[in-house]
């Protein structure tokens, strides 16, 4: 099993924020927020260190806890800083980007790294919909035509114009190629039935976040099945789980951090407005429906309208065996974790990451 | 989808010239355009889309419409047209017999191949077609057809022209009655000389639109990268979520397409379109 950090380019004051989404701009300082890149940079330089094998990045808008709104940007910083990892995109939001922007940024990226990078696809949470103006309920729709234009852009040796149901372009001509031919391995990050079945049909890869290692389950064995179904069989590296972690030398310390939160849990990561959150879960479900009850996996669609907690939390040796769990039951061969907890300062997370990488990746590294 | 725009009626006729007789419909009003239709299923709504715009003839091919001399067909198109410059559209089948007409020999040709200002190639199989399997039924060859066969209302009228084109391409001296895959593969994929009309496409004059399905499978995907390169003024247009009859599936899409195309050629690739919201 390998280790992913997310590069989340945390603001440092993040614990500060309301608990609202959008953050308003006003919350910036612009010292604070140059030292918080940098210090997110260092994270990421560290954990390569201390051996991660990739570095991933988000697309989330309109908010210090993970600022990365364009992942690109932040990719190409962290490849001239980090010389060995994987840069996994996990990643752009295509209902919401011009797709063949997407795929220039991909070939631009595998090329700066010479060829480290991992695509991904991603539809994103309910409040990014808000961001661009797109319509929730064409979400679906727009991230498969945007897969199959990435795709194409990225392949395809000769100009050519696409009529499409949401993009028509008249002239594609991507420049530059990526270095990994025919393609960069390419993750589909999701929990909806239709979207892990278009990736099985389609030999993506698979990428889970925020859930219980029992939900993780379920829709592995959906996934593998399809998979078998399709004629092929993944590999450990193309099933990917991220989550929240808080790593402490004991068990009782971490308990004890986490009970020292405010509310006894971490603050929920994107807070929309009652009223909105269910407009836009509606258009995109196409229906009316209360968001606490769509499970991970069903057919509803992507649902991160609450902080799920902590995914692994305690000791080493107790991370360690929950991370089994996600290797024996469900297959997962990269966990992609989430070290920048609001609270945490800078040194924290840093030696968070030492202590991960010293005491609970070599244990993983032998699943 | 229902179509919601008030119907076109086609006027029919016969047209002889270049010792072929052939039907023709005829709709519309402005440039002209020569549909050379091989598949008459699933059409309808790109043909009535097009007559809106322009003054369309959809010339009707025999069943194997390969097989059709292309100097004796560019006389009915030219005629068509009046001898106007005129566009010209082949879908399938007969795109493979408009790249024919458009590789006329100039020298003996030449009125005609000045008169042709656009050619209009839908899902060509003329080059790099995928092998068609052993043994096919009508029902399976219209699976092949369609990216969405499920998502057809009429999908036993395929299936019916299917068959009939089997039934009616018969040898002769033998039975009469040809196994299906052979009779829709000879119908689809290109006559023999397909390595030579590759070798040719260099000498295609006119602006030239390639649409091919990106579900299409009965073309393989370095076709539309070879179009491109090899025809001088060439553009290919992907039409997304279609199969080969990119017609009955994205009628839309690939009218808005070929209508730019026939009005603006080559340059098409520039937007026209407003997007302004408000003023």
């Known amino acids: 099993m390998k280790a992913s950090y997310l590069g989340a380019m945390g603001y440092a004051e993040r614990h500060l924020f309301p608990d609202v989404w959008p953050i308003p701009p006003a919350y910036h300082d612009p010292q604070l927020s140059v030292q918080s890149y940098q210090d997110g940079l260092t994270e990421c330089e560290f954990a390569e260190a201390m051996g991660f094998e990739w570095i991933s990045f988000s697309e989330h808008h309109y908010s210090g806890r993970i600022a990365t709104g364009n992942p690109a940007v932040m990719a190409a910083a962290v490849a001239e800083r980090c010389k060995k990892v994987k840069l996994a995109m996990l990643g752009p939001l295509l209902p919401l980007n011009n797709p063949v922007r997407i795929a220039e940024e991909m070939g631009m990226l595998d090329n700066i790294s010479a060829g480290r990078l991992i695509m991904g696809f991603l539809r994103g949470t309910p409040n990014e919909d808000q961001v661009y103006g797109v319509n929730p309920a064409e979400g679906r729709e727009r991230l498969f035509e945007g897969m199959d234009l990435i795709l194409k852009a990225l392949t395809e040796p000769q100009p050519f114009s696409w009529e499409g149901r949401y993009y028509q372009f008249r002239t594609v001509s991507v420049w530059p190629r990526p270095v990994q031919q025919p393609l960069p391995p390419a993750i589909m990050a999701t929990r909806s039935d239709d979207t892990v079945k278009y990736a099985a049909d389609n030999g993506l890869g698979l990428g889970v976040s925020f859930v219980p290692v029992e939900q993780m389950e379920r829709i592995t064995d959906k996934y593998f099945t399809w998979c078998r179904q399709a004629g092929w069989e993944p590999q450990p590296d193309q099933v990917v789980y991220r989550g929240s972690i808080y790593v402490a030398e004991t068990d009782r310390a971490a308990r004890a951090w986490l009970s020292g939160l405010e509310g006894g849990a971490p603050r929920r990561a994107i807070a929309l407005e009652p009223n909105v959150s269910r407009v836009v879960q509606a258009a995109r479900a196409g229906e009316e429906f209360d968001l606490r009850r769509v499970l991970a996996g069903s057919p509803q669609g992507d649902v991160v309208g609450r902080s799920l907690g902590i995914n692994f939390l305690g000791s080493p040796d107790t991370i360690a065996n929950q991370m089994k769990a996600f290797h024996d039951r469900c297959g997962v061969g990269v966990m992609d974790l989430f070290f920048q907890q609001p609270g945490l300062t800078h040194q924290e997370v840093m030696g968070e990451i030492e202590l991960f990488g010293k005491e609970v990746l070599p244990r993983i590294k032998e699943f | ?279």
């Open chain 2, 1 to 279: 989808m229902a179509d919601v725009m008030p119907p076109i009626a086609f006027t029919p006729r016969r047209i002889t010239a270049g010792g072929l007789s052939l039907n023709c419909r005829e709709a519309g009003a402005g440039l002209p355009v020569v549909i050379l239709e091989g598949l008459n299923w699933g059409q309808s709504r790109f043909y009535a889309a097009l007559a809106r715009q322009f003054h369309v003839f959809v010339l009707e091919l025999p069943g194997a419409a390969a097989a059709v001399w292309a100097g004796g067909i560019s006389e009915i198109t030219g005629q068509l047209a009046g001898g106007a410059p005129y566009s010209l559209i082949g879908a399938s089948p007969a795109a493979n017999l408009a790249l024919r007409i458009a590789l006329q020999d100039p020298a003996e040709a030449e009125e005609e191949a000045e008169r042709l200002e656009a050619l209009i190639l839908i899902s060509p199989t003329a080059i790099r077609p995928v092998p068609a399997p052993a043994s096919l039924t009508p029902e399976q060859w219209a699976g092949r057809l369609l990216a969405y066969p499920e998502r057809q209302p009429d999908l036993a009228g395929l299936v019916a022209w299917l068959d009939k084109l089997a039934a009616n391409s018969g040898s002769g001296a033998d039975s009469g009655y040809e196994p299906d895959a052979a009779a829709a593969a000879r119908c689809f994929l290109p006559a023999a000389g397909a390595a030579q009309l590759e070798s040719r496409l260099g000498q295609v004059r006119c602006p030239t639109l390639v649409a091919l399905g990106s579900r299409d499978k009965l073309v393989t995907p370095e076709a539309a990268a070879l179009y491109r390169r090899q025809i001088p003024n060439c553009h290919v247009s992907l039409v997304y979520d279609a199969g080969h009859i990119i017609a009955a599936e994205r009628p839309e899409a690939l009218s808005n397409v070929v209508a730019d195309f026939v009005e603006n050629r080559e340059t098409f690739v520039v937007t026209r379109q407003r997007s302004v919201i408000n003023p």
